[in-house]
């Protein structure tokens, strides 16, 4: 099958409204790049801004980031105190919360009333929802996802990033399996795998150019946190991320190299694969052996 035919791309950054400086990265990718879409954290620093951006961008595909760990509520700590400090924010303790989610009802019924508020605030915001997926992947864990597809369903939810990566732990193919048998079952679109777990932070010109070079057949992901330098004496975005070359991940995304590594490739969000077929892993499997006939 040509190229073209049996693979398709989004390009997604991450962390929209996190900083200006993140917002900035995320306009200037997708004016000058190869950005296609961005995952907005309705509660994060520069949300507003983020979103009067995005308004200038009609051809940018925004989804929700749900932020249920190492961010930011939308509720009040007095509304949701099982979640969130005093202070607002989540912790990063996620197998911790991981089993509260599960077996304490109390605190379930809280993280659905925060959810729901991120998907009312990103509502409130009046763009399309593209797709929605959470910070540092939680929607992986079945409680999350499961009320983020009851949930979602009342605010026009279609689509749903599956972070499944080539050679990823082999501990996760449970619950990739799991996952994507959920998201079939419930109709909702999804890509085939993504491209950015395992460099997280680090996909910059090189990164990219050689996940380009081996992509495989079906709709892929690549995501990214790019940002605008920081100033002299300017801290990293957050203390998780200090370690991340965001300025290198921008210049990745507005590389000619990789402008031209990308050509023939069908880009976009979820939205504009909804209701299409690119060919799966699966599918070309099955084709070449029907091609190949009984040994």
Known sequence: MPRSADRALIVTADDFGLDVRVNAAVERAHREGVLTSASLMVSAPAAADAVERARRLPTLRVG?????ADG?????SAEIPALV???GRFGDAMVRDGFRFFFLPAVRAQLAREIRAQFAAFAATGLPLDHVNAHKHFHLHPSVLSLMLSIGREYGLRAIRLPFEANA???LAPWIALMR??????GVVHNDYVV????????DEAAVLAALAALPPGLGELYCHPAE???PGQGPLTASMHAYRHADELAALLSPRVAAAMAGIPTGGFADF??????????????????????
């Open 229 to 231: 330098p920081a100033a």
């Open 64 to 68: 929700l980031h749900l932020v249920l």
């Open 169 to 171: 732990p082999w501990w």
């Open 85 to 87: 400090g005093t202070d």
């Open 196 to 203: 950015g777990i395992a460099q997280s932070g680090a996909m």
């Open 181 to 186: 048998w959920r998201l079939a079952r419930a």
């Open 274 to 295: 909804a209701g299409t077929r690119v060919a799966r892993q699966s599918d070309v499997r099955d084709e070449v052996s029907r091609e190949a006939g009984p040994r």
């Open 72 to 76: 930011a509520s939308t509720l009040s």
